[in-house]
C-alpha cells in the first residue's frame, strides 16, 4: 500500500505561486514505477484532472486552464513529486490532491489507485 502526503498549500494572492509537493511511502515497488499526478476539487465540483507526469519524468501532461502556469515534476531519488504553481488564478481555488497509479500516467479519477489527503490553496486578495 502506497502512502501519499501532500504539502505546500496555503493562501495566496493573485498572480502569486505556490510549490506543492507529495511525498510517497510505504511500497515494496521503487517510486519510479509509479505513474503520478495532481488533480483538484473545488467547493460544489467534481474532482479533476489537473497534471500528470511518467516514471522518467520527461513525458507531462497538463489540463488546458493551467498550461503554461503550472509545472510538474517529480524527483525520484526523493520519492516526491511536485507541482510548481505560477500566475495563480481565483478560479485555481480548491483542494489539491496528489495521486498515484500502478501502471501509467493518472489522467482520470478512475485510474487512480492512491489518494492524498490534499491540502488546500486558495488564491484570494
Known amino acids: 500500500q502506497v502512502q501519499l502526503v501532500e504539502s505546500g498549500g496555503g493562501l495566496v494572492q493573485p498572480g502569486g505561486s505556490l510549490r506543492l509537493s507529495c511525498a510517497a511511502s510505504?511500497?515494496?515497488?521503487?517510486?519510479?514505477?509509479?505513474?503520478m499526478g495532481w488533480f483538484r476539487q473545488a467547493p460544489g465540483k467534481e474532482r479533476e484532472f489537473v497534471a500528470a507526469?511518467?516514471?522518467?519524468?520527461?513525458?507531462?501532461m497538463y489540463v488546458d486552464s493551467v498550461k503554461g502556469r503550472f509545472t510538474i515534476s517529480r524527483d525520484n531519488a526523493k520519492n516526491t513529486v511536485y507541482l510548481q504553481m505560477d500566475n495563480l488564478k481565483p478560479e485555481d481555488t480548491a483542494v489539491y490532491y496528489c495521486?498515484?497509479?500502478?501502471?501509467?500516467?493518472?489522467?482520470?479519477?478512475?485510474?487512480?489507485?492512491?489518494w492524498g489527503q490534499g491540502t488546500q490553496v486558495t488564491v484570494s486578495s
Open positions: 510505504g511500497s515494496g515497488r521503487a517510486f519510479v514505477n509509479y505513474g
Open positions: 507526469i511518467r516514471w522518467t519524468g520527461a513525458d507531462t
Open positions: 495521486a498515484g497509479r500502478n501502471f501509467g500516467r493518472p489522467m482520470s479519477t478512475s485510474q487512480v489507485d492512491y
